[in-house]
């Protein structure tokens, strides 16, 4: 088995070649299929618990403490431990509540989560998806996912729950708008909506760069509106402790609570895995136009390692607003997006149009 | 036209029903076994009734069963942020009950022990109200600094919370050797450490966003609903009673009374910040002259207060601490009765709260400064 770290394109391909030598195309594409969903899965669930790990390490780093350090060393296993103790939790559906709904609506939030993670190119050769329409379907199913949080406030029958869903509704219905439109700004500079084709053309340069002021602006709109779509602080008015206890899974226990817990922690890799993609250069490495040498050896660092580089980077700027900011309040949320981030990003289409229009980019 | 007018007539008939929610008595923001009935029309608050009595321990019945000394051990379970400010206002009423003179060493002591049970539960204040903010950091960076006064309480009594060091008559114990050292310390690490909160918190473009222009108190409000402390002052009503009503060493200290009179949630949170700073401003005029001399008058086996009514109030972190004792000359009152400042605090939230939004109702409450023990007694 042919194995290259710089390029996975050999390997999947001695997979494919392998198999199909033994055994019948229906075959080999039913092992094939069962190979990704499980690599997708065993993926999703070491990440998912990795970043519950970083994420309170680096909560501990913020407030002086050493977080987890008992469970193993440095506390690597806490997460583990807790994943376990989820699982074995009793399932608590609450008397009144709408059985069928309430318990589809924890599968739907992390389904979604599941599609948007296939078309993410993680190095050379590596994604399943490549479509020619990549970011918009990106942008229409990650929109399913407000339906799941809406059912589980609904279907619940709690007071909290319903407040919280209708929020979080609210809040991801407008903040989409922004996503969205900071991706078209980024369309327009790249020229296609394929994901491989948008990672392709940053192979001299990444687009933030390339861009320059139009698309450092749609960056950090896509980073705050990519924070609210994910529903984490400072924008966590589904949620919201203080206010809601819990908001929409309050009733929620064991697996179907972990299902959301860990949809949210999907859901923050797959819009930093989005910003890196479009914005940061995908698994391309750092390179300085003329500067050979320096770029050389960037190209020495494979590109599954700059893409984890700069998807971890967002992921610690994300958290870094979470454990500093202060919770908004659910009309300055609204005021926020409709009033700001809305008409900034539409003239930011214009200036990005007319950048590419009169070829001033880089 | 006609469709226009067809639409208009359905909107009017879109009714929002009112709803009703319990925040409490379990509930994250309540900070203790409070009941708020919450009536509710959307997000927008329109009614919010407190409803008390799930903590009642019968405190003040339970004195009367007591002797004079002993009471001072309760107050301690009641305000347990202003432990020492309680101890300090049943012991200034029985001493003045007896007409005793304590020593300058124990008013000195007293009041800087005052003042450092203020900074810490000031500094606990803001730490819950970071985090029902949403900013959970903040936590931890108060926590921190309390950390250290609350060392101090410990190796002066052995306690770290309920202090019980004013007892009538004096002191319980002198104070440690250590004791001017540490508080100085203190007072230097922590005069570096305030601004970092600002820079967390107060500066904070969202965090002045959510107080700024909330929740109003007026003046004339906080007069009539019987208002105290920080709450009051940030309404501009000049209720310190350690400027106007000097006990202890009070007199003995230059210090600026903290007022505002703007009255919203900033303002409450404003004057309490300043207030720190006020705090540390008489611990370090009292804390290197210190008089030599006892630390208590010897008082007798049995405190028998004469026959009559003697009150004495005393300005704690959440606002006036009143202690009203009825004697019929036996050793033990014939009736006592506390007046404590977050019961008359906590029943404004309605008349503030309303028509403001539940973030709002949380942050509000947040700024009166809660200790559920201390409204149910």
């Keep these: ?362 | 036209m006609d469709e226009l007018k067809e639409v208009m007539i359905t909107t009017d008939e879109i009714r929002t029903d009112e709803y009703l929610i319990n925040m409490g008595p379990q509930h994250p923001s309540t900070h203790g076994v409070l009941r708020l009935l919450v009536q509710l029309e959307g997000e927008i608050v329109h009614n919010v009734q407190p409803h008390i009595g799930y903590i009642h321990s019968g405190i003040e019945k339970m004195t009367e069963s007591l002797s004079y000394p002993q009471i001072g051990h309760l107050t301690d379970r009641m305000d347990y942020l202003s432990a020492h400010q309680n101890n300090e206002a049943v012991a200034l009423c029985v001493e003045n009950a007896l007409q005793i003179e304590v020593p300058d060493r124990v008013k000195y002591i007293r009041t800087i022990m005052s003042e450092l049970s203020r900074l810490a539960s000031h500094q606990l204040w803001w730490c819950v109200m970071g985090m029902d903010m949403g900013a959970l950091t903040t936590f931890f960076y108060g926590l921190r600094d309390r950390e250290d006064i609350l060392d101090i309480f410990e190796e002066t009594c052995g306690a770290r919370l309920t202090v019980n060091y004013s007892i009538p008559g004096g002191l319980m114990f002198d104070i440690h050797p250590n004791f001017q050292r540490d508080v100085k310390a203190f007072i230097t690490k922590f005069r570096t450490k305030l601004p970092e909160y600002d820079r967390l918190l107060s500066g904070n473009v969202i965090f002045t966003e959510r107080t700024k222009g909330v929740g109003f108190l007026s003046k004339e409000d906080a007069i009539a609903y019987g208002v105290t402390g920080p709450t009051a002052r940030a309404s501009g009503f000049a209720c310190d009673l350690r400027k106007h009503r000097p006990y202890s060493a009070y007199d003995k200290v230059n210090f600026n009374e903290v007022l505002s009179d703007v009255g919203d949630t900033y303002a409450r949170y404003q004057v309490r910040m300043q207030e720190m700073w006020e705090s540390m401003n008489i611990i370090e005029q009292l804390i290197d002259n210190i008089p030599e001399g006892d630390y208590a008058v010897k008082m007798k086996g049995v405190v028998k207060l004469p026959e009559g009514e003697f009150y004495q109030r005393v300005e704690t972190a959440r606002g006036e601490f009143g202690v009203f004792i009825v004697s019929d000359g036996k050793k033990n009152p014939y009736r006592v009765k506390f007046r404590s400042p977050g019961f008359s605090n906590l029943f404004t939230i309605n008349h503030i709260a309303k028509g403001w939004k539940i973030a709002d109702l949380v942050a509000i409450m947040s700024t009166f400064d809660l200790v559920i023990p201390d409204i149910d007694r």
């Design chain 1, 1 to 362: 088995m042919a194995f290259n770290i710089y390029d996975f394109t050999t390997l999947t391909k001695s997979i494919h070649e392998g198999l199909s030598s033994q055994l019948s195309p229906t075959a080999t594409l039913a092992i094939e299929w069962t190979i990704v969903g499980l690599a997708y899965l065993l993926f999703v669930a070491l990440f998912g618990l990795f970043l519950v790990y970083a994420e309170r390490k680096v909560c501990a780093a913020f407030q002086q403490r050493m977080g987890p350090m008992r469970v193993g060393p440095w506390g690597l296993l806490q997460t583990i431990a807790d994943f376990i103790k989820l699982l074995m939790k009793e399932l608590i559906t609450p008397r009144d509540a709408d059985k069928f709904l309430y318990n589809l609506a924890p599968f739907i939030v992390i389904i979604v989560s599941f599609l948007v993670i296939s078309v993410i190119p993680f190095a050379p050769g590596l994604s399943t998806f490549d479509f020619d329409i990549g970011i918009f379907f990106v942008t229409a199913v990650s929109s399913v996912g407000v339906i799941g949080i809406l059912l589980a406030g609904w279907s619940s029958n709690n007071k909290y729950s319903l407040i919280g869903a209708m929020r979080s509704g609210a809040q991801i219905v407008s903040y989409e708008l922004s996503v969205g439109l900071s991706l078209i700004t980024m369309i327009i500079l790249a020229e296609t909506m394929q994901i491989s084709g948008i990672v392709e053309g940053q192979r001299e340069m990444w687009f933030i760069f390339k861009g320059h002021i139009p698309a450092v602006i749609a960056f950090l709109v896509f980073i705050i509106a990519g924070t609210a779509e994910t529903n984490r602080g400072p924008f966590d008015l589904a949620e919201a402790e203080s206010e809601l206890t819990a908001g929409f899974h309050t009733e929620y226990s064991g697996i179907k609570f972990a299902f959301f817990f860990l949809a949210e922690y999907i859901n923050l890799f797959i819009v930093a895995a989005m910003a890196t993609t479009v914005f940061l250069g995908g698994w391309m490495p750092l390179h300085f136009g003329d500067f050979e040498g320096f770029n050389q050896i960037m190209d020495l660092i494979p590109g599954l390692f700059w893409f984890f580089f700069k998807v971890l980077g967002v992921i610690f700027l994300m958290m870094w607003f979470k454990w500093t900011f202060p919770r908004l309040r659910v009309d300055q949320i609204l005021n926020l997006e409709w009033k700001y981030l809305l008409p900034i990003n539409l003239f930011n289409i214009l200036l990005m149009a007319a950048v590419v229009l009169f070829g001033l980019h880089f």
